[in-house]
């Protein structure tokens, strides 16, 4: 007995021969596909060339894995990036997973310290930064190619800051293109990953996941529990004397290189002999930078959260992050503490008094600010032990005086090479050496314009600046918990475009990189909470009580 479906599958049935003129006349074989003729002729060609690629390949990577592994996983990365590209269109992308990752890069990123890792044999350190960065930008690429809407979001939350955006790509292209300067362009090649991976990457993630709810309070809480973390690191390696974990590290983390080494041995100035301590930072200031950027957010739980324990707690926090500044023994912690202070206030005030016309404490802090801000300015100069700590004193002479010189030998460089020396090139550009007879630039003004030239300068500051003044303004309409955490993250952003005229080293930019994204993402998030109360201001009495 013959079903329907046998009887249409045999009056659907060609002769092969047909079938193959079919093919051969390049017409349609099902919806949306179609043959080629010059591809069916030269598809034998084609397998052929493949599979001697593969052997070829196969033999370079056994051979010659040891010395060039890095070089021989480019054809690797590059299939990856083509199937994220041919993935097709779906309506669910992996966000959540994305969300997470950006959480779990704040951790590896600030509590781990980057030199504890796994070292193989011609392969780059395999850090806890390392293991999360790669997924994410595996997921974040997967989110771009296979969601529309997500896509949407972007582009939706990049038009409210065109031009933070437009600068990071813009300096991401002339950081590629300053590698042709480079004398030394594996070290670039290297330098421009690693910028890629936890700039570019961090910061496009960043923009998106912070626009979803709560993950702005998220990111202060964190913030704040990971500043006590370090602070207690801080003070068991005071009382040590070293950093607690040196000489207990285990051997499979243990990195034999002298970089290590340096960074593991005691830090002291040598003009006082005082220990400085470096919690699981490199250095000493680059702990202090860090106290610096996350005192902004312990300032903003004080006073906007809801529950009395957290504010007395975060309180407490205040004595304790000043504390462990005094001991890295670092003017530009002290700058960044103080400058908190003065920022954070301001901006509340001139929040209060526009959003709340009841309170007396808005028009308060505004108007009696200037008298604030010039006596602790004279205070700086007439205090001694402040003058010290802000100023710095016979001890930080060498310091400043080496800072002097480098400016001095490094702007005529800049002027004769506008175009910048490579990426990662500066220190060797200016070489000057401190006095253990080690390259080293303290200001990373010089560093950008030495390695990016006079228009990275500009567009490298000017998306900081821009983002700055974005968030500034978007501040002021803020309604939300979520919104409001603009104040701590451009004050963040100010305290590090400061702290960047005397400290040059890179360890706390993919955390600065990550506020960036997240002011881009509460910039739209402020403009939306506008159209939903039709652009009319309501009264927010209890939000920064």
């Known amino acids: 007995m013959t079903s329907i479906a046998d009887g249409d599958q045999g009056k659907a049935r060609r002769p092969r021969r047909a079938r193959a003129d079919m093919l ?51 054809p690797l990365v590059v299939l ?29 990123l600030l509590c781990w310290p980057d030199y504890l890792a796994l070292a193989f044999p011609g392969l780059p350190w395999i850090t806890m930064i390392r293991l999360v960065i790669v ?51 594996a070290n670039s090649i290297n330098k421009f ?39 207690l ?22 990195i034999q290189d002298p970089s290590v080494q340096q960074i593991l041995s005691a830090k002291s100035r040598a003009a006082l002999g005082i220990y400085r301590v470096q919690s699981k930072f490199t250095t000493p200031l680059g702990l202090a930078e860090f106290m610096a950027l996350s005192t902004p957010f312990v ?45 954070y206030f301001l901006a509340w005030g001139v929040w209060r008094w526009r959003n709340d016309r009841d309170s007396i404490f808005g028009p308060a802090i505004v108007i009696g600010y200037p008298v604030v801000l010039g006596l602790f300015i004279a205070a700086t100069f007439f205090v001694g032990r402040l003058r010290a700590m802000v ?48 390259l080293t630039i303290d200001t990373y003004y010089l560093a950008v314009g030495l390695e990016y030239g006079v228009i990275g300068f500009i567009v490298y500051y000017g998306m900081f600046l821009a983002a700055i003044i974005y968030g500034g303004l978007a501040y002021m309409k ?35 990189f990550l506020m960036l994204g997240a002011v881009t993402a509460l910039v739209l998030k402020v403009r939306k909470e506008q159209e939903e109360l039709g652009m009319v201001p309501q009264p927010l009495r209890n939000a920064a009580r």
Not at 94 to 108: E, G, M, N, R
Not at 218 to 229: G, K, N, T
């Open 233 to 254: 690191i801080a003070a068991w390696e005071w009382r040590l004397q070293a950093v607690p974990w040196a000489g207990r590290i285990p051997s499979f983390l243990a």
């Open 24 to 74: 051969d006349d390049g017409r349609t074989i099902l919806a949306n596909y179609t043959t080629s003729n010059s591809l069916r002729r030269n598809r034998s060609k084609l397998i052929w060339l493949f599979t001697a690629f593969a052997i070829l390949y196969g033999m370079a990577f056994g051979i010659f894995a040891s010395y060039f592994l890095l070089q021989l996983m480019i």
């Open 299 to 343: 300032l903003h739980i004080i006073l906007t959260s809801k529950q009395w324990i957290f504010r007395i707690a975060a309180a407490a926090t205040i004595p304790l992050i000043f504390n462990t500044i005094i001991m890295t023994d670092s003017r530009l912690g002290v700058v960044g503490f103080f400058m908190s202070f003065l920022l």
């Open 135 to 185: 997924p994410l930008l595996l997921t974040l690429l997967i989110c771009v190619s296979i969601s529309g809407a997500f896509r949407a979001q972007m582009k939706e939350v990049f038009n409210e800051t065109p031009l933070v955006w437009k600068g990071l790509v813009t300096f991401a292209v002339i950081a590629f293109i300053s590698i042709a300067f480079s004398r030394d362009i």
């Open 193 to 231: 990953t690693v910028a890629i991976l936890y700039w570019v990457t961090i910061f496009f993630a960043s923009a998106y996941v912070f626009q979803r709810r709560t993950r702005a309070q998220i990111l202060v809480y964190m913030l704040w529990a990971i500043a006590v973390y370090v602070c």
């Open 478 to 512: 803020a309604r939300s918990t979520d919104t409001m955490v603009l104040a701590p993250l451009c004050i963040a952003l100010t305290n590090f475009f400061v702290i960047k005229a005397i400290f040059s080293q890179q360890e706390n930019h993919p955390a600065v």
């Open 391 to 438: 100023w710095g004193g016979g001890a930080q002479q060498y310091s400043t005086q080496a800072r002097e010189q480098q400016v001095a030998a490094g702007m005529p460089m800049i002027m004769k090479h506008p175009w910048g020396h490579g990426i990662g090139q500066g220190a060797l550009t200016l070489n000057h050496r401190n006095q253990a007879g080690e």
């Open 80 to 108: 990856v990036l083509l199937i994220i590209w041919v993935l097709p269109e779906m309506d669910y992308a992996p966000v959540d997973l994305l969300d997470k990752l950006v959480l779990t890069f704040i951790v590896a």
